[in-house]
């Protein structure tokens, strides 16, 4: 049994690393070997060191986070706040677990009225429950500005860097050299570094994904980074490296940006945040709206392949970028949201968070009194 799928696990890795389908006419994986020619072609070997880099930059960003921003934070006048925690009931709790906002008289499966009857409380107060533990879990401010500047810190570390490498490099003034000369493009100890070091944030960045404070595009942002991921490593391993790096740096240019608006809607300066906000948009729209198909996805749709050969895995590459691009123009819609928010109320508010909830006093008394357990 254990030769049976040993030998079906080299099949299924046969097929998916087929030369045919990866590679256009003429190349084949040993085309990517190095030789004693001064080009030195990434290997699969090398992602083992993105491993170990992305435990760096989780403990770094630990570090960073608890010792640096969270004391920032504090001496700017942010506080940990605290909200009125919901009495424990174990009804309700398995409840919230499978939905946390009641709708229609439902919980999944969960009947208000039955979970009223189960906790001696009126369906008016069972759905007051909810909106209590909906804030208990709500993150605070503070939590929101220490993970903003994390993330400030890194993109504008990674976005300098990855401008200075690029700055000399034919491809950032003229994409279609991405192709010309494939597969034989020397991947130099600056490039190298910068792409793992973007492979293991992408990769930490998953891994804590789901302790992130979570906004309403959790998913959609979840979805980007196994796709940035993904990309990535194929990229990598078929030395697709230039093109990788304008995608990242593209990526990269206003990250900064909206993540220093966010720290300053966090602080309550809200004039600094509308100016970083208007900037944001812009930059977003000529980045990913303008560059990044006209420049990026147009030569691996239109030009890679006249010059490289075709091959199925084309596919791949542009299948991921489109769906890129798709959520690039799904989340610019929620950038004009904000904007005609602003417009209306004069507050730049960031829609991708959860609100607190209002939870009225009337009768809400008895729930956070009452000690007992469902």
């Known amino acids: 049994m254990d030769m049976d799928a040993l030998s ?14 990866w590679f256009p006419k003429n190349l084949t994986w040993e085309s990517l070997e190095n030789k004693e020619d001064g080009i030195y072609h990434p290997q699969l070997n090398d992602l083992y060191l993105v491993l170990p880099i992305a435990v760096f930059l989780t403990l770094f960003r630990i570090f960073l986070e608890r010792y640096v921003f969270c004391p920032l934070g504090k001496n700017l006048g942010l ?4 909200c009125a925690r919901a009495v424990y009931y174990k009804a309700l709790e398995n409840a919230y677990r499978l939905n946390r906002r009641p709708c229609n008289g439902l919980v999944q499966n969960y009947d208000l009225t039955g979970l009223a009857k189960q906790t001696d409380l009126s369906i008016r107060q069972v759905e007051r429950w909810f909106r209590i533990r909906r804030n208990q879990d709500k993150p605070s401010v503070l939590k929101k500005f220490v993970e903003s500047g994390w993330r400030c810190t890194f993109y504008s570390a990674i976005f300098t860097y990855g401008v200075i490498m690029l700055f000399d490099k034919v491809w950032l003034w003229k994409p279609v050299n991405c192709w010309e000369g494939y597969p034989h493009h020397h991947v130099s100890n600056d490039i190298y570094w910068f792409y793992i070091t973007e492979l293991a944030f992408y990769l930490s960045s998953l891994a804590l994904h789901f302790s992130d404070v979570r906004r309403k595009d959790f998913w959609e942002l979840f979805i980007h980074h196994i796709i940035t991921i993904l990309l990535l490593t194929f990229s990598w391993i078929q030395n697709m490296i230039r093109i990788g790096t304008l995608v990242l740096v593209i990526h990269d240019t206003i990250d900064p940006i909206v993540e220093s608006a966010k720290m300053a809607k966090y602080l309550g300066k809200q004039n600094l945040c509308d100016m970083l906000f208007v900037g944001f948009a812009s930059i977003w729209f000529i980045t990913r ?20 050969g075709f091959c199925p895995g084309w596919y791949v590459y542009n299948i991921l970028l489109l769906t890129l691009q798709f959520l ?31 939870v009225s006093d009337e009768n809400s008394v008895h729930i956070a009194a009452t000690q007992k357990s469902g």
């Open 289 to 308: 709206l303008v560059i990044f198909p006209w420049k990026i996805v147009y030569t691996t749709l239109f030009m890679a392949h006249p010059i490289v």
């Open 328 to 358: 690039h123009i799904k989340w610019f819609f929620v950038i004009c949201r904000v904007a005609v928010h602003a417009i209306r109320t004069g507050k730049t508010e960031d829609l991708r968070s959860e609100t607190e909830e209002e």
């Open 79 to 82: 506080k940990e706040e605290k």
């Open 8 to 21: 079906l696990w080299k099949d299924i890795k046969a097929t998916f690393w087929s030369e045919k389908f």
